[in-house]
């Protein structure tokens, strides 16, 4: 590390002055230092003598805590939701490496989709009583959103507050339960959407 910029070496002291020489905070110093310097993630990479293999287990280890924390919320999977919109906007350009870059070779997005859904599907199965099929749809759809809400954080163009994250995140939720719930033939798709639109139109006029 001899041969690094000072700028740099002085960005590392002050981001972890006792820990540089250990290989797991190497790897997270990586991403927060080429947020703040001019340097792209292969340049820094080389000169920390790191494989970017290595850049992305350290960012899959941070995030899982994120993911980590939303779940031991009194709400699991709305605490896993408002973490995951955190990891975002804390960590852009880990979010980036994990979420929005795709390699020939590499992992993406999908990737990274379902490694978070092994954090939820247990606890899914478990509190809301729904079947293993029925987890991963409601995951499925439910991280689309927050995929959504994500990318607008890390390009700089979300307008919504976390409040209005999480009534956005909770009506989804609602809606997905109780369709899982109420909708027979809703997972595989085998049911009438146009009599089910029409009920909810009718009853609404009724009403």
């Given at each position: 590390?001899?041969?690094?910029?000072?700028?740099?070496?002085?960005?590392?002291?002050?981001?972890?002055?006792?820990?540089?020489?250990?290989?797991?905070?190497?790897?997270?110093?990586?991403?927060r230092v080429?947020?703040?310097?001019?340097?792209?993630?292969?340049?820094?990479?080389?000169?920390?003598?790191?494989?970017?293999?290595?850049?992305?287990?350290?960012?899959?280890?941070?995030?899982?805590?994120?993911?980590?924390?939303?779940?031991?919320?009194?709400?699991?999977?709305?605490?896993?939701?408002?973490?995951?919109?955190?990891?975002?906007?804390?960590?852009?350009?880990?979010?980036?490496?994990l979420f929005?870059?795709?390699?020939?070779?590499?992992?993406?997005?999908?990737?990274?989709?379902?490694?978070?859904?092994?954090?939820?599907?247990?606890?899914?199965?478990?509190?809301?009583?729904?079947?293993?099929?029925?987890?991963?749809?409601?995951?499925?759809?439910?991280?689309?959103?927050?995929?959504?809400?994500?990318?607008?954080?890390?390009?700089?163009?979300?307008?919504?507050?976390?409040?209005?994250?999480?009534?956005?995140?909770?009506?989804?939720?609602?809606?997905?339960?109780?369709?899982?719930?109420?909708?027979?033939?809703?997972?595989?798709?085998?049911?009438?959407?146009?009599?089910?639109?029409?009920?909810?139109?009718?009853?609404?006029?009724?009403?």
């Open positions: 590390m001899k041969d690094m910029d000072t700028s740099i070496l002085n960005t590392l002291s002050l981001i972890a002055p006792d820990l540089m020489e250990e290989m797991e905070l190497r790897t997270l110093i990586l991403e080429a947020a703040l310097e001019p340097i792209g993630r292969r340049a820094l990479a080389a000169r920390l003598h790191l494989a970017e293999r290595e850049v992305r287990a350290a960012a899959e280890a941070i995030y899982d805590g994120y993911a980590e924390e939303g779940l031991r919320a009194e709400i699991p999977f709305y605490g896993f939701g408002m973490q995951y919109v955190r990891f975002a906007r804390e960590e852009p350009e880990l979010y980036r490496l929005l870059t795709h390699d020939a070779g590499k992992k993406g997005a999908m990737d990274a989709m379902r490694h978070s859904l092994e954090y939820v599907k247990e606890p899914l199965e478990r509190i809301y009583r729904i079947s293993e099929a029925e987890a991963e749809r409601y995951f499925r759809d439910l991280w689309i959103v927050v995929f959504g809400i994500a990318a607008l954080i890390v390009t700089g163009d979300c307008p919504y507050s976390d409040a209005e994250i999480g009534a956005i995140l909770t009506g989804f939720s609602l809606s997905i339960c109780k369709a899982i719930k109420e909708i027979p033939g809703f997972i595989s798709g085998d049911f009438d959407r146009d009599k089910l639109f029409t009920e909810m139109i009718g009853g609404c006029k009724n009403g």
